[in-house]
């Protein structure tokens, strides 16, 4: 079940109101959180004011209105920290230069499907984590990120769920189990399969937050409802403690 907090918010900024309905119904149908359109620079800031959730734009270079969309990104980027993708007809080298200049994380040219909205989303995301801003101009049509990549961003984890992205709150996650090369995120009504080994969920993670119990687990200490004997109880799960991790973790009872 994937819960109306859960959705990544995105921002459309498009003048042309077929291919705004256009966008906005693909994003829709891809599980994404339309919290606005935009038509012009002043009314998307007056929508990224008013709406603190947004964590993406899909912004149109050629916008209505005194500032076009490239000013438009230079003020986000002062002003809110977002990551955008451009939408664009227009390839011509001038206009490269200058949407260049503005560091986006992504770029689509029209026209585009589903899947190269689909990649644009991932590479804005995966670019925006690592603080890596998109210089190639067509990227986002030809390649994607590797899809076992766990994107901590703020104060959330952006986890990949049947070919689009969840943004959950790291405090929202219950417990991490290894299964050899895969880790399984667990939250209260989802799970996320990863094939990757366990530290590497680990790296993402708050040390003070979250403690191995177990070589095959790690818990948030903040959703441990309680233990006994060789077990922690969060929620329905039983989380095993392993002999060389009891001590550690009955000195955190000791603390609580």
Same mark, same amino acid.
């Given at each position: 079940?994937?819960?109306?907090?859960?959705?990544? %918010?995105?921002?459309? @900024?498009?003048?042309?109101?077929?291919?705004?309905? =256009?966008?906005?119904?693909?994003?829709?149908?891809?599980?994404?959180?339309?919290?606005?359109?935009?038509?012009?620079?002043?009314?998307?800031?007056?929508?990224?004011?008013?709406?603190?959730?947004?964590? &993406?734009? &899909?912004?149109?270079? *050629?916008?209505?209105?005194?500032?076009?969309?490239?000013?438009?990104?230079?003020? *986000?980027?002062?002003?809110? !920290?977002?990551?955008?993708?451009?939408?664009?007809s227009n390839a011509d080298s001038y206009m490269v230069?200058?949407?260049?200049?503005? %560091?986006?994380?992504?770029?689509? &040219?029209?026209?585009?499907?589903?899947? +190269?909205?689909?990649?644009? *989303?991932?590479?804005?995301?995966?670019?925006?984590?690592?603080?890596?801003?998109? #210089? =190639?101009?067509?990227?986002?049509?030809?390649?994607?990120?590797?899809?076992? #990549?766990?994107? +901590?961003?703020?104060?959330?984890?952006?986890?990949?769920?049947? +070919?689009?992205?969840?943004? @959950?709150?790291?405090?929202? *996650?219950?417990?991490?189990?290894?299964d050899n090369n895969y880790s399984t995120i667990y939250?209260?009504?989802?799970?996320?399969?990863?094939?990757?080994?366990?530290?590497?969920?680990? +790296? !993402?993670?708050?040390?003070? #937050?979250? &403690?191995?119990?177990?070589?095959?687990?790690?818990?948030?200490?903040?959703?441990?409802?309680?233990?006994?004997? %060789? !077990?922690?109880?969060?929620?329905?799960?039983?989380?095993?403690?392993?002999?060389?991790h009891k001590e550690t973790v009955f000195k955190l009872? %000791?603390?609580?």
């Amino acid at each position: 079940m994937n819960t109306a907090r859960h959705k990544v %918010n995105i921002l459309v @900024v498009e003048d042309e109101f077929l291919l705004a309905d =256009d966008i906005i119904d693909r994003l829709t149908a891809m599980n994404y959180n339309i919290v606005g359109h935009a038509t012009s620079a002043d009314e998307a800031l007056e929508l990224i004011e008013k709406h603190p959730e947004i964590d &993406l734009l &899909l912004l149109d270079i *050629i916008i209505k209105g005194g500032r076009d969309g490239i000013e438009l990104a230079r003020i *986000i980027n002062e002003k809110h !920290q977002l990551p955008f993708i451009f939408l664009t007809s227009n390839a011509d080298s001038y206009m490269v230069e200058r949407a260049k200049s503005v %560091n986006p994380y992504a770029y689509m &040219l029209k026209p585009f499907n589903d899947r +190269q909205v689909g990649i644009a *989303i991932e590479m804005a995301l995966v670019n925006y984590s690592e603080n890596t801003p998109e #210089t =190639d101009f067509n990227v986002a049509t030809e390649t994607t990120a590797e899809s076992n #990549t766990i994107l +901590q961003i703020k104060d959330s984890l952006f986890l990949k769920k049947d +070919q689009h992205y969840n943004k @959950v709150s790291i405090g929202d *996650i219950l417990f991490i189990e290894a299964d050899n090369n895969y880790s399984t995120i667990y939250t209260e009504n989802e799970k996320y399969l990863y094939s990757v080994v366990m530290k590497k969920v680990e +790296q !993402q993670l708050p040390s003070k #937050t979250f &403690l191995r119990t177990h070589r095959s687990f790690i818990v948030n200490i903040t959703r441990i409802d309680g233990y006994e004997g %060789n !077990q922690l109880y969060i929620g329905k799960h039983r989380i095993p403690i392993s002999k060389s991790h009891k001590e550690t973790v009955f000195k955190l009872f %000791n603390t609580i």
